[in-house]
């Protein structure tokens, strides 16, 4: 059964940073797409990031740009979101989804939460002002 499990949210002062982890478990992930999706109240969940184990591709929303980095670690089971600069607007639930896509798709692909298969619980990530 396969697990997605967030960690390392928190509350932060705006300019900090914060880093996510999400675990993947019950198969072998490296060459899917593991992404990132956020919440805010109110709000309709929205993309972070994305990349793909097969093609290498990353993909990050405009909002985030030079701020967030995704990475993973060498067995592709692992993703992190590396959150530098943050600011009141970045307050949300985060959540790690995996997609079995493999191999090239369009950078509309990775953005669309429906392309998804497995979600984790969300971690909550509040930035005061």
């Known amino acids: 059964q396969v697990q997605l499990v967030e960690s390392g949210g928190g509350l932060v002062q705006a300019g900090g940073s914060l880093k996510l982890s999400c675990a993947a478990s019950g198969g072998t992930f490296g060459a899917y797409i593991l992404g990132w999706f956020r919440q805010a109240p109110g709000k309709e969940r929205e993309f972070v990031a994305a990349n793909s184990g097969s093609s290498g591709n990353t993909y990050y929303a405009d909002s985030v740009k030079g701020r967030f980095t995704i990475s993973r670690d060498n067995a592709g089971n692992t993703a992190f979101l590396q959150m530098l600069s943050l600011k009141p607007e970045d307050t949300a639930v985060y959540y790690c989804?995996?997609?079995?896509?493999?191999?090239?798709?369009?950078?509309?692909?990775?953005?669309?939460?429906?392309?998804?298969?497995?979600w984790g619980q969300g971690t909550q990530v509040t930035v005061s002002s």
């Open positions: 989804a995996l997609d079995r896509t493999i191999g090239y798709v369009g950078s509309s692909h990775y953005t669309d939460s429906r392309n998804y298969h497995y």
